[in-house]
T-cell receptor, first 116, second 112 residues
Framework: NAGVTQTPKFQVLKTGQSMTLQCAQDMNHNSMYWYRQDPGMGLRLIYYSASEGTTDKGEVPNGYNVSRLNKREFSLRLESAAPSQTSVYFC???????????????FGNGTRLTVT | EDQVTQSPEALRLQEGESSSLNCSYTVSGLRGLFWYRQDPGKGPEFLFTLYSAGEEKEKERLKATLTKKESFLHITAPKPEDSATYLCAVTEGGGNNRKLIWGLGTSLAVNP
């Protein structure tokens, strides 16, 4: 059972470069989320998608874009990377049909991104 | 301001030495409280959901309890494999304004 799969696991970018983080889940979940985790800041929501075809901003959306490609896949794009975007990025999914947070989140193992 | 505070930040136990982790919250309307475990280099893994004061959940050596202001994660006779960071998160608000607020975690180390 794969659960939530994220690629790549590690990435180093130079300031101004762009990249897309990929996420796929095989649990037939409706909602998907992108978080970043930084020391002393905890988990912060970047974007979420309550269903295929919809996306909404979280706490820290600036500098990011997302695409809910289909029910399984939710990608996060950095158009012009900045050092402040150095972080660990987690994708998660849940069975919720709305942004209700009634169901637990299932997380991938993260992408460790360094921007120099 | 809505917030979730976990204490202690770090805890070191000897194998078999029971203890408790605390998650206190100040939110306008609690909808649910989640406990997660996070191992180094991994994503958080769901442990428990608690919805109302007085509720308790158990799993192996872990027991989670909930009051109107805080939750405790009791660890009985811990083993080295229980070493991890334990995260607490609280769902609050209603309708389209529902939010999930995360604590910073307690880092637990269990020595053999």
């Amino acid at each position: 059972n794969a659960g939530v799969t994220q690629t790549p696991k590690f990435q180093v970018l130079k300031t101004g470069q762009s990249m897309t983080l990929q996420c796929a889940q095989d649990m037939n979940h409706n909602s998907m989320y992108w978080y970043r985790q930084d020391p002393g800041m905890g988990l912060r929501l970047i974007y979420y998608s309550a269903s295929e075809g919809t996306t909404d901003k979280g706490e820290v959306p600036n500098g990011y874009n997302v695409s809910r490609l289909n029910k399984r896949e939710f990608s996060l794009r950095l158009e012009s990377a900045a050092p402040s975007q150095t972080s660990v990025y987690f994708c998660a999914s849940s069975a919720d049909r709305t942004s209700s947070y009634n169901s637990p989140l299932h997380f991938g193992n993260g992408t460790r991104l360094t921007v120099t | 301001e809505d917030q979730v505070t976990q204490s202690p930040e770090a805890l070191r136990l000897q194998e078999g030495e029971s203890s408790s982790l605390n998650c206190s919250y100040t939110v306008s309307g609690l909808r649910g409280l989640f406990w997660y475990r996070q191992d180094p280099g991994k994503g958080p893994e769901f442990l428990f959901t608690l919805y109302s004061a007085g509720e308790e959940k158990e799993k192996e050596r872990l027991k989670a309890t909930l009051t109107k202001k805080e939750s405790f994660l009791h660890i009985t006779a811990p083993k080295p494999e229980d070493s991890a960071t334990y995260l607490c998160a609280v769902t609050e608000g209603g309708g389209n304004n529902r939010k999930l607020i995360w604590g910073l975690g307690t880092s637990l180390a269990v020595n053999p």
